[in-house]
């Protein structure tokens, strides 16, 4: 299976200006393709076969363009593939012929946004404590732990705040981890994280909540300043550390707390909320955002199929908090603040979120089935039940 192996990078201050120009080169080279490609689909043309010999070939035997000789032209190349990727995958998911969530249209790249690059082998080396960068040369790698096989390409990002960092994809073997007869069901919640069927509550750190006042001050600041000015630039990177450092706590706690339950349990149950539709509520989106629920659903599931184990994706229609999990009788549909309600049928006390984590593990041994396969699950409600098997590209932690 397919791995990546995220490292800090830290260029000399000679360095940054060439890698300032391959951002910019391949930030040309995408826009200028795809400025071809719209203008021949809206004309209702046929897709150029030779853009990339006009946006590259061609380009830098132009007075307008001459300075993309200056960089690596495998940048320029994988910087036009990755828009051919994307420019089929739409109209294969406009097509139906991609599985999952609709893909959005590419759109054009910026410079003020998160800036990236590819090499692939032959463009760079890998040595102890550096990356070898073609036309750039070797750049400082702090290696926290080594790389386990030979990259096939590495990516060269640089984020809003400031930071490079160095993303190799490499193959690795799939671990297997020892097995165990032990299954979770998981309740997403706002005042706990979420809810374990064994009863456990893990508490919600929320990051974003704590950095709110800094946030919101560092904004005020960065409003005042004057457009263009080198005290506006000063104060638009403080407020992306501040966004960064939030990002980093959440994406650690989430790595930490779903590394750790599926290599504790065999079976894990989740339930399919509808993020997108639930931070809508303007009393709630601040809240379910900080919280990172779609991410924590993503990891789980490439880190079942890293290590073979089960996820059940249950259906969001399914009545978890009205069910009894000792009868299976229904007890009604309930306000949100019942957090503790008394079966009237068998007289036993629940906890609301104990008992619908309860009830989404038992949702398979009922008849139930999930919804993974049909992305969100708004229209269909039943299908297989998701076994993580299939390999993919995961990000290590």
């Known amino acids: 299976m397919k791995a990546r192996y995220n490292y800090r990078i830290y260029p000399k201050p000679s360095q940054i200006e060439p890698l300032a120009k391959a951002f910019g080169c391949a930030r040309v080279v995408w826009n200028d393709a795809l400025w071809l490609y719209q203008k021949a689909n809206k004309e209702g043309l046929p897709m150029p076969f030779d853009v990339d010999k006009q946006v590259i070939t061609q380009a830098k035997k132009t007075p307008d363009r001459a300075w993309l000789s200056e960089v690596s032209n495998i940048v320029l190349q994988q910087s036009f593939r990755d828009l ?26 910026k410079k003020q946004s998160r800036q990236a ?12 404590q550096s990356v070898k960068l073609a036309k750039i040369g070797h750049v400082k790698m702090v290696v926290s732990r080594p790389i386990p096989s030979e990259p096939s390409s590495v990516t060269i990002i640089k984020d809003c705040a400031g930071r490079y960092f160095a993303s190799f994809v490499v193959e690795v073997s799939a671990p297997i981890p020892p097995p165990t007869n032990c299954n979770c069901g998981i309740d997403l919640g706002l005042t706990h994280f979420c809810i374990l069927s064994t ?50 706590q959440r994406t650690d706690f989430i790595h930490k707390l779903t590394t750790r339950l599926v290599r504790e349990n065999q079976t894990l ?39 073979g184990r089960d996820l059940i994706i249950v259906d969001r229609w399914y009545p978890s908090s009205q069910i009894c999990s000792c009868c299976g009788q229904s007890g009604g549909k309930k306000e949100l603040d019942v957090r503790e309600w008394t079966c009237l049928y068998c007289n036993t006390v629940h906890d609301r979120d104990i008992c619908a984590a309860t009830n989404l593990i038992n949702y398979r041994e009922a008849g139930g089935q999930s919804d993974s396969l049909n992305g969100r699950g708004s229209k269909c409600k039943t299908t297989v039940v998701a076994v993580c098997d299939e390999p993919s590209t995961t990000y290590e932690q």
């Open 199 to 248: 009863g456990e509550k893990i508490e919600n750190p929320r990051l974003h909540k704590k950095m709110l006042r800094k946030i919101k001050k560092a904004n005020r600041r960065l409003s005042k300043a004057k457009k263009d000015s080198n005290r506006r630039k000063k104060r638009k990177l403080r407020l992306a550390k501040l966004h960064a450092k939030v990002k980093d």
């Open 117 to 128: 690059i590819r090499f692939r082998r032959g463009g760079f080396k890998v040595h102890s």
């Open 269 to 307: 149950a989740v339930e399919d909320l509808n993020v997108a539709g639930l931070i809508k509520n303007r009393k709630l989106s601040r809240a379910i955002s900080d919280a990172g629920w779609a991410k924590f659903k993503t990891l789980l599931a490439a880190k079942c199929d890293k290590y």
């Open 84 to 109: 051919q990727i994307a420019w089929n995958n739409y109209f294969s998911s406009l097509k139906g012929k991609r599985k999952g969530k609709k893909v959005g249209k590419p759109k054009f790249k």
